[in-house]
């Protein structure tokens, strides 16, 4: 059969063996796996995030618009793993530990954050914060405390204005330290700067990946991106052939019929979402190592039309795939472990292989 190219990513959606899909309420983006242990969103408090920018037909002060952000963004972490802590730096301050995502605990941590600073003018940097992060050298015990939540691969998600001055020694010196002690950090920064055209990167990038942040408040599939891109990463479940078909059989089951709609449900419920993201759905089939080569190539062919056909009974949206192969036996996910054994010992233990993947991918 021909193989079309894949282009394709933002998150998955995916059957297990088991027959669990993403609930009906789960997050608009359906993400399924973390990139971080905890996400500490941080606001520069220096004395320039007072300055107005345009937004729309008025103009607000950075933090402001700063904030506003964080509420659209914080939500996206509801039913995820990742701990969720809100603070400050110029100076160190957390107003919500890291912890579990709840709605009132992020709301009261928002209220407590202020918008009216006095600091206007005032000489701070963010990397004298950073260092009381790194080094749990945090004046107030509390802080200290809290951030051993963060585990070994945090994300800090910084809320700042123009990033073209230099922060200082203290930020690279911060950052370097924090590489050290969370093995896996990263360092984002969302910037406001004073001309909305202007060139805000720094030449010497510091942090690891930059976002506008008048661009993610107005651009509802950059914000979607920059969730899924920074916070998740794309997945892959299976649907076990064993589950959609008898065993060296292409016909789908009653069984496997009854999959395949609930993996339709989850598809047309996100056609729009997907399509608005240029992200498409990637399928491949797979078979054991069990039989000849040019046997398991032709069988997972057929297995592979047999799911795309009921996929289409299912009133999925075909202009979504933009990948159908099968891989017959070359791509297995068992080890040499089933090799020895007895041929009805190895059909179990072969298992694992004989699965169909659906993903969603860029």
Same mark, same amino acid.
């Given at each position: 059969?021909?193989?079309?190219? +894949? ?8 059957? $297990? ?45 950075? +933090? ?8 659209? +963004? ?33 709301? &009261? ?7 009216? $600073? ?23 015990? &509390? ?72 661009? $993610? ?49 989850? +598809? ?35 297995? $592979? ?6 996929? &289409? ?30 041929? &009805? ?18």
């Amino acid at each position: 059969m021909k193989v079309k190219k +894949i282009i394709i990513g933002l998150g998955c959606l995916c059957l $297990l063996a088991t027959g669990n899909v993403f609930a009906s309420n789960s997050s608009p983006s359906s993400h399924c796996d973390k990139q971080a242990d905890a996400a500490l969103f941080l606001l520069d408090y220096s004395g320039s995030m007072m300055r107005k920018v345009k937004q729309g037909e008025s103009e607000s002060p950075k +933090i402001t618009l700063a904030k506003q952000l964080l509420k659209e +963004i914080t939500p996206e972490l509801k039913d995820s793993e990742i701990s969720l802590g809100i603070g400050s730096v110029a100076p160190f301050n957390l107003f919500l530990a890291p912890s579990k995502y709840e709605s009132d605990r992020v709301s &009261k941590a928002l209220s407590e954050a202020p918008e009216d $600073l006095e600091i206007f003018g005032r000489n701070t940097n963010i990397g004298e914060g950073f260092l009381e992060i790194t080094n749990l050298s945090a004046p107030n015990e &509390k802080n200290r405390v809290a951030l051993k939540n963060l585990g070994e691969d945090p994300i800090f998600i910084v809320f700042s204005d123009n990033p073209t001055s230099t922060r200082g020694i203290e930020l690279e010196k911060a950052f370097k330290e924090a590489k050290v002690k969370y093995r896996k950090s990263k360092f984002v920064l969302i910037y406001f700067p004073d001309e909305k055209n202007g060139n805000a990167i720094p030449s010497a990038n510091l942090f690891d990946k930059y976002y506008d942040g008048l661009q $993610l408040l107005n651009n509802k599939e950059s914000l979607s991106s920059f969730v899924s891109d920074e916070l998740f990463r794309d997945c892959a479940f299976n649907l076990s052939a064993d589950t959609l078909f008898a065993f060296d059989g292409s016909s789908l089951s009653q069984k496997g019929k009854a999959e395949i709609k609930k993996v339709s449900s989850q +598809i047309k419920a996100r056609t729009k979402e997907l399509l608005a993201a240029s992200s498409y759905l990637s399928i491949s089939a797979h078979t054991d190592r069990l039989g000849s080569d040019s046997y398991n190539q032709t069988l997972s062919e057929k297995r $592979l039309h047999a799911v795309l056909n009921e996929l &289409k009974n299912n009133s999925v949206d075909m202009k979504l795939i933009k990948e159908a192969k099968a891989f017959g036996e070359a791509k297995p996910v068992t080890g040499n472990e089933c090799l020895d054994l007895p041929r &009805k010992e190895q059909i179990r233990c072969y298992q694992p292989d004989r699965r169909v993947e659906i993903k969603v991918i860029k």
